[in-house]
């Protein structure tokens, strides 16, 4: 199947379907020109990024409002006529001028909350960008924080980060354990083991008065216990689950949900009690839940089937959309 620019988009994007996105890499490596257009992509994206937000002063807003609602006088000279279009073409001119804060995320895709100003925590994959240009996923269940535009903490969890090589100097710490980039793309865990594991480019470490350079394919743990297995690719780590669906009948559909992530996913209903999936049609979501399910974690690889019943039976040609919200996929079905 032939490579399009709609694919290349969403490659960048990080918004193809699991089994497509090692399709369109080893397309990319391996021909010169769709690489090259996939940088100019990319390329686009980040000046994208960069534009400033429309975000005019609070201000010019009471002015325009106190000149509408003013009494209008018998006799208007030529320039109070014009006074409203020139307040409009003064709004357009701040939203373009008006700076974009420093430490501002744009979110690609996924879940991610802003729990206060600069604090950030991702309730699934989730993938945003900052005003420079560097791109973060985030791991379910990270909190991040972007203490300017050239440093960020990690709280806690999993961040893979992009940095392009005008960013150098980018660095990340995660409790004792500072990684400094020269621009490159790398990864960085605070969880059981706290590390730093790069793809490409070199990233300076420290902890604890040790010192060292990660080149491509290689981790520095800050720590002395023996480092855990890694899976073949620090991408790997935030690949998407897996979603199909199909109706068994007008009232039951059949949701089959594979792991293909390195780590176990805990099929367990959140602390809000939200459950495992929700049915859209019809104009509504409905949650969906399995009959006396039981919590367990379903492996790397693994897959399991629910026989679900809808809370309203699916007429002829209609079509339903099961998701998986902590995963962030959906699956579309139809009678």
Known sequence: MDITREDLVAFALGGLPPGDAPRVAAA????????????????????????????????????????????????????????????????????????QGATGLTRVHGHVAEREPGVYE???????????GITITMDAGTDIRL?????????????????????SGFSVTAGDL?????????????????????????????????EAVAGPGEAFFASTAP???LPPSPRSWFRRPSLEARTLDASTIRVTLRNEMPDPIDLAPSKGGEPLFFASYAGHDFP???????????????????????????????????SYPRGGVRAEARR
């Open 147 to 167: 203490l300017s535009k050239t440093r960020l903490a990690l709280g806690a969890g999993r961040v893979f980060l992009e940095v392009p090589p005008e960013q």
């Open 288 to 322: 969906l839940a399995p009959d006396d399910f039981q919590p367990f974690p379903l492996a790397p690889g693994a897959e399991r089937t629910f026989d679900l019943r809808l809370p309203r039976p699916v007429t002829d040609g209609e079509a339903l959309f099961v």
């Open 178 to 210: 500072v990684a400094v980039t020269t621009g490159t793309a790398f990864l960085v865990e605070r969880r059981e083991h706290t590390f730093v594991w790069t793809e490409s480019g070199h990233v300076r470490c420290s902890w604890q008065g040790r």
């Open 227 to 229: 480092p855990p297995p």
């Open 122 to 132: 991702a309730s699934d994959v989730a993938r945003v960008v900052t005003a420079d």
């Open 28 to 99: 990319v490596a391996s021909d010169k020109d769709l690489a090259k257009e996939l940088r100019e992509i990319e390329r686009h994206m980040r000046l994208h990024d960069k534009a400033p937000r429309l975000e005019p002063p609070p201000a010019l807003w009471s002015s325009i409002r106190e000149r509408i609602e003013e009494p209008a006088p018998r006799q208007r000279s030529l320039l109070h006529r014009f006074r409203l279009p020139l307040a409009a073409a003064a709004l357009i001119v701040f939203a373009l001028l008006w700076p």
